[in-house]
């Protein structure tokens, strides 16, 4: 072969593996610009846990996850809608307020407010105070804190009562971080930026959206699409896993990479937007429409159940992804201006597992999350009292501590024989069965 032939042959093959390469390049792109959300994901859910213990191990929590943190109580509630970090509480009384209207008489409506009070002052009280070597114990709940001189330091070490249902002891108080992290306003979350780059460049892409400005991704509806068009759409709403994180927003990533956590300032001004405001709450009827609950009163934020209860119920039974939605829900409902919403949710779902034996594959996230999503103290109190109240192995219970569990043992602990220590809720027991 000639010089000249083996020179153009050189330089067809270099030409060759230069095409080559550019289209393996081109693929290799294209391969990571549609992947790499799913590998950031793994990479947080796996990195994220093992950081939260090493924060932990070396005493986070003495800095920033500490007990005197600001959280809603009784004694400091703000009165007007604020950011996050000035929680919005319903007045004492907003409970009572809602059952005036019932037709009830005068004397049974002061005998209500009677009880009612003493039922608040009953958690005040100085044997409620519980001590960190109770054997159920829980550093990562702040619900029995009664003073600000009470260590912060969590210990860590397995207390003999925990060791006898570890498993579930250990559930309890992995959810407690979680949910306490929320309760403080995420005192520890590292704000990240949007990974998309075909995102809007806008920094208020939640409040845009609820304002109908602009669509949700990757679906590209708008929130009147949702409201307007996928009501009853059970199918859809139970198999579309993107639309959630749009529709109750938080301060903490959800699944859908394409959706934006929430900001302070979209918190402030989505407070201060009636439009926003009344957008979430259809938001809200939507999804319990396909829990088969409806709310009946949206003063209060009382529910009950649907007419198609029962096929709703069977759904949520047997699609057990839908307990992380309601955690959303709930989170989402006491960061955007309907903290009175949370409670009255969480003592329906109480009630159904609990005393109607409904839902049991609902039961655990009852007890582990959605109890301890209600900002605030005294109604989770409340819950936590009816829960136990109505828990049938009570010896197994081990979401409060066990001083307190003997206290509401106690026959004169109950208020007029009612078992669940609740007078003060509108009444529970419309329920179509």
Request: proline share 5%; hydrophobic share 30%.
């Amino acid at each position: 072969m000639s010089p000249l032939l083996l020179g153009l042959s050189g330089q067809v093959v270099l030409k060759m593996i230069w095409f080559a390469y550019n289209r393996a390049r081109c693929l290799i792109e294209w391969l990571w610009r549609i992947t790499r959300g799913f590998f950031l994901c793994c990479f947080t859910r796996v990195f994220t846990p093992i950081a939260r213990y090493v924060l932990s191990a070396i005493g986070w929590r003495e800095e920033h996850g500490s007990r005197n943190e600001p959280e809603v109580n009784d004694e400091n509630k703000p009165q007007t809608t604020g950011s996050q970090d000035d929680r919005v509480e319903e007045p004492v009384g907003q409970w009572e307020a809602g059952r005036l209207t019932a037709g009830f008489d005068r004397k049974a409506e002061e005998r209500e407010e009677e009880d009612a009070e003493e039922e608040e002052d009953e958690f005040d009280q100085e044997e409620y105070q519980v001590d960190p070597s109770d054997e159920l114990y829980c550093g990562y709940d702040s619900t029995w804190e009664t003073g600000e001189d009470q260590s912060s330091t969590h210990r860590r070490g397995r207390r003999p009562g925990a060791s006898r249902h570890q498993y579930k002891f250990s559930r309890f108080e992995n959810a407690s971080r979680d949910m306490q992290n929320y309760r403080h306003d995420y005192p520890s979350q590292i704000r990240r930026q949007p990974w998309n780059q075909n995102m809007s460049s806008d920094d208020k892409p939640n409040l845009g959206f609820y304002l109908g400005n602009n669509p949700s991704l990757p679906d590209g509806l708008y929130i009147h699409n949702f409201h307007n068009d996928w009501k009853g759409e059970y199918n859809t709403l139970e198999c579309v896993h993107t639309f959630i994180q749009w529709l109750f927003p938080l301060q903490e990533p959800g699944m859908n990479h394409e959706a934006s956590t929430l900001t302070k300032e979209e918190i402030k001004e989505f407070l201060k937007s009636s439009t926003a405001k009344e957008n979430l709450l259809k938001s809200y009827e939507l999804m319990l429409d396909f829990y088969g609950i409806e709310l009946c009163d949206k003063e209060t934020g009382e529910v009950k159940r649907a007419s198609n209860w029962r096929q709703r119920f069977s759904n949520l039974n047997n699609h057990t992804h839908n307990n992380l939605r309601i955690t959303r829900i709930l989170k989402c409902l006491g960061t955007l201006g309907y903290p009175h919403y949370q409670a009255p949710l969480v003592h329906f779902f109480l009630e159904e597992t609990l005393v109607h034996g409904e839902l049991p594959n609902v039961k655990e996230s009852v007890l582990n999350f959605f109890v301890f999503s209600v900002l605030d103290k005294k109604q989770r109190r409340k819950l936590i009292k009816f829960a136990y109240l109505n828990y049938d192995a009570k010896d197994e219970f081990v979401w409060c501590p066990r001083k307190i569990q003997i206290l509401w043992s106690e026959p004169h602990r109950g208020v007029h024989g009612r078992k669940d220590g609740f007078e003060h809720y509108p009444d529970q027991k419309q329920y179509q069965i």
